[in-house]
Nanobody
Framework: QVQLVESGGGLVQAGGSLRLSCTAS????????MGWFRQAPGKEREFVAT????????YYSDSVKGRFAISRDDAKNTVYLQMNSLKPEDTAVYYC????????????WGQGTQVTVSS
């Protein structure tokens, strides 16, 4: 069993920054990709960003591109989401997501961390 634990959420003013972290732990595993989704109250969970572990290819939703940056630390099995120029629209619970080899289509989810951006 693999668990994903997020941290780093909080309350910031518009234009501010936060860095989220997600660490994978548990049984032996090989990460294919890790990333982030978010869900605001009353809305569907939406894709934010992801990083492919081998090769470091990154992908972002249009709504965060240019403001957020995803990165990873292999030694710590950790993915980060640096969020800059935050907007009130970014307010949501942010969920870590991961796929592991060889079953790379199977989703794993963290418990979520709240990000609140005040105007």
């Amino acid at each position: 069993q693999v668990q994903l634990v997020e941290s780093g959420g909080g309350l910031v003013q518009a234009g501010g920054s936060l860095r989220l972290s997600c660490t994978a732990s548990g049984r032996a595993f090989s990460i294919y990709r890790m990333g982030w989704f978010r869900q605001a109250p009353g809305k569907e969970r939406e894709f934010v960003a992801t990083i492919i572990w081998s090769g470091d290819a990154t992908y972002y939703s249009d709504s965060v591109k240019g403001r957020f940056a995803i990165s990873r630390d292999d030694a710590k099995n950790t993915v980060y989401l640096q969020m800059n120029s935050l907007k009130p629209e970014d307010t949501a619970v942010y969920y870590c997501n991961a796929h592991f080899r060889p079953n790379t289509l199977e989703d794993y989810w963290g418990q979520g961390t709240q990000v609140t951006v005040s105007s």
